[in-house]
């Protein structure tokens, strides 16, 4: 099966070509590199350089006889997204009718498209599974409910088999160190931290500490990358052999609170933070874990990584060798 990933030098995309080249995928990496690296380009894999945006790059892609696609490729913070929801409509639903249109053009027929526990919104129980409602609170989980939707009535009218794969929380690195390029202006909490052990950043927030938790800091279900990684292939496989849509939550069920990664953190590389304690921030639910039961069910998907500080110790291996 020969695939194309769109997204592919990014953080998540960069493990994906991984865990598919070591699965006997032929892989092309498609990729403006606007957030992605070249250096996650692996030996093995066709890169071809391109936007989203640009029509004609996608049908010529689409042309070398693909036949599967992983669609990684979005802008992702969450508060830019409030602040300019035009780019995000451009990027992520624009760019992404693009790869659609482009696929049925060239008789592509499955796709695994990188989705978010974004499109839930704040949850109305815990854990939240698949048929929670989809009621984003922010743009940018409003972008990947549409694009769902558009998937869906793709799929209805026979053009497309899709996989939507709603991730939880993304954490951690490779465990044997071959993927080394970090990702550019980093927002997420895991990167923060590295960037305030190494003197890169003085000190970071952690906002709210009087959540109804038990140390008052929020709740997350944070899932390897990895492990991520392994559920596209098992997604791939599972359109291919029975021609079938669906969307699932990939998260371990697990909750960790934000003082837990910190402390966590604070083991691994043996030293204190700086940090404090800022107001919460609007939208950030007290608690959000996932019911993966879906995924293990469809799929066959197990999380391997679970031990946090096992996680951290992956990413603080990266910040080591590029310090």
């Known amino acids: 099966m020969r695939v194309l990933v769109i997204g592919g030098a990014g953080y998540i995309g960069s493990h994906v070509q991984k865990q598919l080249l070591e699965e006997g995928f032929d892989v092309a990496v498609f990729d403006d590199l606007s957030t992605g690296s070249e250096i996650n380009l692996l030996p093995q894999t066709e890169f071809i350089r391109g936007s989203i945006l640009d029509k004609d790059a996608l049908n010529e ?23 300019c929801p035009e780019i995000y409509a451009e990027n992520n639903i624009c760019g992404s009718l693009n790869i659609l249109n482009a696929m049925a053009a060239n008789g592509v027929r499955h796709i695994v498209f990188s989705s978010s526990a974004a499109v839930y919104g704040m949850p109305q129980y815990i854990p939240v599974d698949e048929k929670h409602p989809i009621r984003p609170i922010n743009y940018y989980g409003y972008t990947k409910a549409a694009i769902e939707e558009n998937m869906r009535w793709y799929s209805q009218l026979g053009k497309l088999n899709y996989a939507a794969l709603r991730y939880f929380n993304a954490v951690g690195y490779a465990a044997d160190g071959s993927i080394r390029g970090k990702e550019k202006n980093p927002q997420n909490l895991m990167p923060i931290i590295m960037e305030a052990a190494t003197g890169k950043r003085e000190k970071f927030s952690i906002f709210g500490n009087d959540y109804d938790t038990p140390d008052g800091t929020c709740i997350r279900d944070y899932v390897h990358v990895s492990d991520l990684a392994k559920a596209h292939t098992l997604a791939l496989k599972k359109l291919a052999a ?48 996932a019911g993966a039961g879906l995924a293990r069910e469809l799929l066959g998907w197990q999380p391997e990584y679970t031990d946090v500080e096992k996680i951290i110790q992956t990413v603080w291996n990266l910040e080591q060798e590029q310090n």
């Open 61 to 83: 892609a689409m042309g070398r006889h693909i036949d599967g696609v992983v669609h990684l490729a979005a802008k992702k913070a969450v508060g830019e997204s409030m602040l």
């Open 242 to 289: 029975d021609n079938v849509s669906f969307a699932v939550n990939l998260g371990t069920g697990k909750g960790t609170s934000v003082k837990e990664i910190v402390d966590a953190a604070e083991k691994v590389i043996g030293k204190k933070l700086n940090y404090d304690y800022a107001p919460r921030r609007a939208g950030d639910p007290a608690i959000l874990t």
